[in-house]
Nanobody, 126 residues
Framework: QVQLVEIGGGWVQAGGSLRLSCVAS????????VAWFRQPPGSEREFVAG????????FYKDSVKGRFTISRDNAKNTVYLQMNHLKAEDTAIYYC???????????????????WGQGTQVTVSS
């Protein structure tokens, strides 16, 4: 079992920055697929960024490329999402998810993940 806790949401003006942390416990996640998803108000949950297993290259949703950066600190069993140049349309509940067995083609599918955090609200004011 993996427990995930998201830290770092909040309110920010458009153009600002926030860093989210996903702190894992119960099992090391250094070789686990870990991703950030978000769910805007009234919308489906969508993929934002992720790592496939131990691969150090992140995957990104097109609309966040160049603004968001996913990184991991294996010593702290933590994955981060640095969000810069935030826009009003980035407003959502952000979730961290992990899975130990999904295949590469499923990285962007929220239904493929077994473990989820409780979510953290990010509000960007224009």
């Amino acid at each position: 079992q993996v427990q995930l806790v998201e830290i770092g949401g909040g309110w920010v003006q458009a153009g600002g920055s926030l860093r989210l942390s996903c702190v894992a416990s119960g099992r090391t996640i250094s070789r686990t697929t870990v991703a950030w998803f978000r769910q805007p108000p009234g919308s489906e949950r969508e993929f934002v960024a992720g790592f496939f297993r131990s691969n150090s290259n992140g995957f990104y949703k097109d609309s966040v490329k160049g603004r968001f950066t996913i990184s991991r600190d294996n010593a702290k069993n933590t994955v981060y999402l640095q969000m810069n140049h935030l826009k009003a349309e980035d407003t959502a509940i952000y979730y961290c998810a992990a899975d130990e067995t999904l295949i590469l083609s499923s990285v962007r599918r929220h239904t493929a993940y077994d473990y989820w955090g409780q979510g953290t609200q990010v509000t960007v004011s224009s």
